[in-house]
């Protein structure tokens, strides 16, 4: 079965620790993608990839980092430098056609509470 | 640039219909619609694409005026499994390759 995956569904951390959320996917898909949403908030972007080995900067990067060693794989790291991290993170990922994003699928988030 | 929802929420009572606007300031190559339930990962209903036709998906559709650099979804005899947070997410010549989420409207659908 094709999909993405998140691990862990919870997370909770110190004020100071860094964490590592894991996304994973089996789709063949070109892009990958990582979002924070709030409560009743929509969602921002935070890092993208479209190949590996090279990611940029979303809207609201400051305090996190990734990296794409693989294709299937795209893990994001919030750091202690992110002040304010509590947060559902979200993955994505989607094939791209030429100048076009086609549908991203998401997979089903990380809800990380700082304590 | 963020695009703009309207309304942010509505409450239909079952059967009726709505209708759900997502505008943006810029030109737009796609306009991306998704549906999240409480506390799940947004479910991917529909494409518009520059010069493309309105997309349906099940009584859901969709239209795409590139003049006015809008969207909107057309929820028909709604059901209770229409219930959730709709959102748009668009995407322009400056933000190829990404999507720009608007910030969501709430349906509740009511018996």
């Known amino acids: 079965d094709g999909g993405i995956t998140q691990s862990p569904k919870y997370l909770f951390r110190k004020e100071g620790q860094n964490v590592t959320l894991s996304c994973e996917q089996n789709l063949n898909h070109d892009a990958m993608y990582w979002y924070r949403q709030d409560p009743g908030q929509g969602l921002r972007l935070i890092y993208y990839?479209?190949?590996?080995?090279?990611?940029q900067k979303g809207d609201i990067a400051e305090g996190y980092s990734v990296s794409r060693e693989k294709k299937e794989s795209f893990p994001l790291t919030v750091t202690s430098a992110q002040k304010n991290p509590t947060a559902f993170y979200l993955c994505?990922?989607?094939?791209?056609?030429?100048?076009?994003?086609?549908?991203?699928?998401f997979g089903p988030g990380t809800r990380l509470t700082v304590l | 640039q963020q695009p703009v929802q309207s309304p942010q929420a509505v409450i239909l009572r079952e059967g009726e219909d709505a209708v759900i606007n997502c505008s943006s300031s810029?030109?737009?190559?796609?306009v991306h619609w998704y549906r999240q339930k409480h506390g799940e990962a947004p479910v991917f209903l529909m494409i518009?694409?520059?010069?493309?036709e309105q997309m349906r998906h099940e009584k859901i559709s969709a239209s795409f005026n590139e003049k006015k650099q809008q969207s909107s979804l057309y929820l028909t005899a709604s059901q209770l499994s229409y219930s959730g947070t709709y959102f748009c997410?668009?995407?322009?010549?400056?933000?190829?390759?990404?999507?720009?989420f608007g910030s969501g409207t709430r349906l509740l659908v009511r018996p």
């Open positions: 518009l694409l520059k010069g493309g």
């Open positions: 994505a990922s989607s094939i791209l056609r030429s100048r076009l994003t086609d549908t991203q699928y």
């Open positions: 997410g668009t995407e322009d010549p400056d933000s190829s390759y990404k999507l720009i």
């Open positions: 990839s479209q190949i590996v080995n090279d990611f």
């Open positions: 810029k030109a737009l190559y796609s």
